[in-house]
T-cell receptor, first 110, second 111 residues
Framework: DVKVTQSSRYLVKRTGEKVFLECVQDMDHENMFWYRQDPGLGLRLIYFSYDVKMKEKGDIPEGYSVSREKKERFSLILESASTNQTSMYLC?????????FGEGSRLTVL | TQLLEQSPQFLSIQEGENLTVYCNSS?????LQWYRQEPGEGPVLLVTVVTGGEVKKLKRLTFQFGDARKDSSLHITAAQPGDTGLYLCAGGGGTASKLTFGTGTRLQVTL
């Protein structure tokens, strides 16, 4: 089975802190994604990567950056967390035709 | 930015009832996927439809892609508590790159 693992299920951070969300997949997928999920808004794409060290902005990249140094790992970085970044963050990798998601990281910024 | 609107946003029904969830857009998509997300989990793919007018069945779930490939529907027959979850439609290309997700329909089925 494909497994996408997100390092933290729940995080509580303070405004201005730097936040790292880690994601690892075990199926050698080339494409990886970070989404943000908010009630009534569905999933919105923050960034995606189609190869090591390659990244592209999604629909809502402001306030976020990403890093992909190894094929299996895709990290989401909040340089200076703000309260409006309180949300559920979902990582995914893709095999043609299907996205495989992690369990999500619920971030609360106080 | 392409938008996908789902309706209804919330649905609470009793076991055995039928229901339909709609996914609408003003944009044309080359494919349309439906995912289900259970509490505490990530979304899981249910089906992909790629041809206008296509109908696919998955046990008690029937999925249809609109003729113009701008809309889709999910019909559940005789809903069961195990169908409870968040249903998400997603439109995009066949490689699942940069999918556009719908706003979601939260379904609760009670005994």
């Amino acid at each position: 089975d494909v497994k996408v693992t997100q390092s933290s299920r729940y995080l509580v951070k303070r405004t201005g802190e730097k936040v790292f969300l880690e994601c690892v997949q075990d199926m050698d997928h080339e494409n990886m994604f970070w989404y943000r999920q908010d009630p009534g808004l569905g999933l919105r794409l923050i960034y995606f990567s189609y190869d090591v060290k390659m990244k592209e902005k999604g629909d809502i990249p402001e306030g976020y950056s990403v890093s992909r140094e190894k094929k299996e790992r895709f990290s989401l970085i909040l340089e200076s967390a703000s309260t409006n970044q309180t949300s559920m963050y979902l990582c995914a990798s893709s095999f043609p035709g299907e996205l495989f998601f992690g369990e999500g990281s619920r971030l609360t910024v106080l | 930015t392409q938008l996908l609107e789902q309706s209804p946003q919330f649905l609470s029904i009793q076991e055995g009832e039928n229901l339909t969830v709609y996914c609408n857009s003003s944009s044309v998509f080359s494919s349309l996927q439906w995912y289900r997300q259970e509490p505490g989990e990530g979304p899981v793919l249910l089906v992909t439809v790629v041809t206008g007018g296509e109908v696919k069945k998955l046990k008690r779930l029937t999925f249809q892609f609109g003729d113009a490939r701008k809309d889709s529907s999910l019909h559940i027959t005789a809903a069961q508590p195990g169908d409870t979850g968040l249903y998400l439609c997603a439109g995009g290309g066949g490689t699942a790159s940069k999918l556009t997700f719908g706003t979601g329909t939260r379904l609760q089925v009670t005994l």
